[in-house]
């Protein structure tokens, strides 16, 4: 624990999180946000530490811009295995009421998405309507605002690929890398800012 505690370690896992992170979409150019005089909604997010960077207010009528952390969808496997339990099962896609909510959401105030990719998601309609979208494959809520907000920059590329609907996911060949139909991401794609 004498090794691991160090501030050292702690500030390059920091590091290494911001870095990682993947800009997919950043329609014109809102990120980074930089300084300003937003209103931030945010959602799945501490505001403590959002407050740091930006005025956090409580309400999407109040905002003039959404934060928003998601996590690829997942649902549990049915196994009597606990180890099998351990691991995310089943469609990559969000469905019904929360995926009607995230769309109402969008739609009412420019958006940034960020997702944790511990697998790929089926995200077209989220995509599509964001302001942007950023992945990230584990990241403090502090490592994804220094990247919001321009003080460090995103440089990851995707590990995979983003399929573009679960159909396309089902026609997949099960031993062979990057095959999906259009996919929505490419495997290795990532943006970078332009400012």
């Given at each position: 624990s004498d090794i691991l505690?160090?501030?050292?370690?702690?500030?390059?896992?920091?590091?290494?999180?911001?870095?990682?992170?993947?800009?997919?979409?950043?329609?014109?150019?809102?990120?980074?946000?930089?300084?300003?005089?937003?209103?931030?909604?945010?959602e799945n997010m501490d505001?403590?530490?959002?407050?740091?960077?930006?005025?956090?207010?409580?309400?999407?009528?109040?905002?003039?811009?959404?934060?928003?952390?998601?996590?690829?969808?997942?649902?549990?496997?049915?196994s009597p295995n606990p180890y099998v339990k351990g691991f995310h099962h089943g469609?990559?896609?969000?469905?019904?009421?929360?995926?009607?909510?995230?769309?109402?959401?969008?739609?009412?105030?420019?958006?940034?998405?960020?997702?944790?990719?511990d697998r790929p998601a089926v995200i077209p309609e989220i995509a599509s309507k964001a302001k942007a979208l950023i992945a990230n494959y584990g990241a403090s809520d502090r490592s994804v605002c220094e990247v919001l907000f321009g003080v460090a920059r995103?440089?990851?590329?995707?590990?995979?690929?983003?399929?573009?609907?679960?159909?396309?996911v089902e026609d997949q060949l099960t031993d062979v890398p990057y095959d999906s139909k259009d996919p929505l991401f490419e495997f290795g794609f990532g943006l970078s800012y332009s400012r």
């Open positions: 505690n160090k501030p050292y370690y702690w500030d390059l896992g920091e590091q290494t999180q911001q870095k990682a992170m993947t800009l997919l979409k950043n329609e014109d150019d809102i990120l980074p946000l930089g300084k300003s005089k937003l209103k931030v909604y945010i505001a403590t530490v959002v407050q740091e960077y930006v005025e956090v207010v409580s309400s999407v009528s109040e905002a003039n811009l959404a934060i928003v952390r998601l996590h690829t969808p997942w649902y549990p496997a049915e469609d990559l896609n969000f469905k019904g009421k929360e995926k009607e909510r995230l769309i109402k959401l969008l739609d009412r105030v420019p958006t940034v998405v960020d997702i944790y990719l995103p440089l990851g590329k995707l590990p995979f690929e983003l399929p573009s609907s679960m159909t396309a």
